[in-house]
């Protein structure tokens, strides 16, 4: 499921709110601020796990070191880098493995390949259409991507300040 939100940052920031995620969310710190930004803004809290060198990506063997019981991580958040994928097989079997949710963070990797699969098609996925981006809009934009039914509802009725489908439908301005 595609949905479109204003910009990357608020992509980030619905997707974490969608997930409910109230303890430490564990991403990258070699990003753009707005990652840790939509973790905290979230009440969430950001935790970072270090970077493989060769592609300033998370590096999954820093986050399965970083995970523990008295971490309280209920996420990851791996930030796909300069058109390079980060490690997304070994970041989904940790997440499995420790019953925490993945949040793609694609703003820097639209329209890259991951083991032949789009990014955006493996789990929950934002993008951005910031102007700098690979893909830049006029002015901004943002994308969420989703294989869960009911994140998807959640982040739609986020992006609408809490409203729900059927109270839009009954106002008679629509």
Request: with cysteine.
């Amino acid at each position: 499921m595609l949905i479109g939100v204003a910009s990357g940052t608020d992509a980030l920031l619905l997707a974490v709110r969608g997930y409910d995620l109230t303890g430490c969310v564990l991403t990258s710190p070699f990003t753009f601020f707005a990652t840790a930004g939509a973790i905290h803004n979230a009440r969430a809290t950001p935790k970072f796990a270090d970077i493989e060198h060769e592609t300033f990506n998370i590096d999954h063997t820093k986050i399965q070191e970083t995970i523990s019981k008295e971490t309280d991580i209920n996420a990851i958040i791996p930030v796909h880098l300069f058109g390079k994928p980060a490690e997304m097989d070994s970041i989904y079997e940790i997440a499995k493995d420790n019953d925490v949710a993945v949040i793609e963070d694609a703003a820097q990797t639209l329209c890259a390949e991951y083991n032949g699969k789009k990014i955006g098609s493996l789990g929950t996925t934002c993008f951005s259409f910031f102007p700098s981006k690979n893909l830049g809009g006029f002015g901004d934009g943002g994308m969420i991507t989703t294989n869960d039914d009911d994140i998807a509802e959640k982040i739609r009725i986020l992006r609408i300040q809490g409203v729900t489908p059927q109270v839009l439908s009954s106002c008679n301005w629509i």
